[in-house]
């Protein structure tokens, strides 16, 4: 149980289009989902948090202009990059919280990532 | 705010070694610590974790203990092989920032035949 899906997981595009992320729970249902980026070899910073039905909250530095997210169901979030620029370039990854109704006991599952190319 | 430190890496063993990645914490009140494993290429994915003092988490032969005292959580394995070799992570989420994950810097381990 606990799987998290996301599509798709290579994309290349030309500068100027627009990309979009889907982040999926398969298997259970997520009061909010998060949105990370991951330079090589760092560590995960989180770009947003996205919650069903409400919009999202970006981190400080994180153009929600740019990174457009939308969550329509308890399991399927979207992360779209509008406008991309090679600087968008990097692996973005989703994580979906489990809801159980005790805080201490939910738990991030993660997707596989997507690596975002941009030309 | 919470923070978490990890030791720094990259660790580098040989097969069937023991492996101890420290990881120390600063949360106010009661966090729930996490370990994560990211393989190459991929996402991340639970390894382990404890929702208060004294729990030990443990999978596939990892193990680590939450640590109050010594705001601690240390992953061990008493004997690594070649497909451990990856990225560790230590987490805590609780505290001043209630659901989100905060991580520390991530450990590379590598294991030799």
């Known amino acids: 149980g606990a799987v998290v899906s996301q599509h798709p ?12 992320i889907e982040c999926r729970s398969l ?4 009061t909010t989902m998060f949105w990370y980026r991951q330079f090589p070899k760092q560590s995960l910073m989180l770009m947003a948090t996205s919650n069903e039905g409400s919009k999202a909250t970006y981190e400080q530095g994180v153009e929600k202009d740019k990174f457009l997210i939308n969550h329509a169901s308890l399991t399927l979030s979207t992360l779209t990059v509008t406008s991309a620029h090679p600087e968008d370039s990097s692996f973005y990854i989703c994580s979906a919280r489990e809801r159980t109704g005790v805080w201490k006991q939910e738990t991030q599952y993660f997707g596989p990532g997507t690596r975002l190319l941009v030309l | ?10 660790v580098t063993l040989s097969e069937e070694a023991f492996l101890t990645i420290n990881c120390t914490y600063t949360a106010t ?17 639970l390894l382990l974790k404890a929702t208060k003092a004294d729990d030990k988490g443990s999978n596939k032969g990892f ?22 070799s990856a990225v560790y992570f230590c987490a805590l989420t609780g505290g001043t ?10 450990t590379i381990l590598t294991v030799h035949p």
């Not at chain 1, 298997?27 to 997520?30: E, V």
């Not at chain 2, 920032?97 to 991530?106: A, H, I, N, V």
């Open chain 2, 29 to 45: 009140g009661y966090p729930s610590l996490f370990w994560y494993v990211q393989y190459p290429g991929e996402g991340l994915q």
């Open chain 2, 1 to 10: 705010g919470n923070s978490v430190t990890q030791m720094e890496g990259p």
């Open chain 2, 63 to 84: 193990e680590a203990t939450y640590r109050k005292e010594t705001t601690s959580f240390h992953l061990e394995k008493g004997s690594v092989q070649v497909s451990d």
């Open chain 1, 9 to 20: 997981s290579w994309v290349i595009c030309k500068s100027g289009t627009s990309v979009k």
């Open chain 2, 97 to 106: 920032s209630y659901g989100k994950l905060t991580f520390g810097q991530g």
């Open chain 1, 27 to 30: 298997d259970f249902q997520a």
